[in-house]
């Protein structure tokens, strides 16, 4: 795969990132992509997969923690809207970390690099992990 567009921006204060860059990828047609940030969130909930019970544990990080580290991709699900895969590093202000998928979090700082592709995509289907076409 070759690397079709760049895109280089700040997210707004206050914006949910995981919506926004939804709706960034909606508005600018991105099918496939990666996606890295850094900067600071808000009242951010964050997640972990268990397997043995098949869904997502949830954490609500409820104070302002530096965004270490942010990496994803987007896809688009049944092929019809966007999604954001996007795994975090929050550091708090006693210089403990936690980390997971990311399921909501406002933004007080976000400088956003996506990489957007051409060629063969993964694309999200329902209940599954990826299918590529």
Known sequence: MKIK???VFRVPEGKDLVEYLENFA???DVRCASVMAIGALKN????YFSVEEGRYL???V???CELLSAMGNIS???GVEPFLHMHV????????VIGGHLIRGEVFVAEVIIHEYDGRCPRRKFG???LWE
């Open 58 to 60: 949830k954490e609500e």
């Open 62 to 64: 409820r104070e302002q």
């Open 44 to 47: 951010a909930k964050i997640g």
């Open 76 to 78: 688009w699900k049944e």
């Open 128 to 130: 599954s992990l990826y």
């Open 89 to 96: 590093v929050l550091g708090r202000n006693d210089f403990s």
């Open 5 to 7: 567009n760049a895109y």
């Open 26 to 28: 909606r508005e600018n």
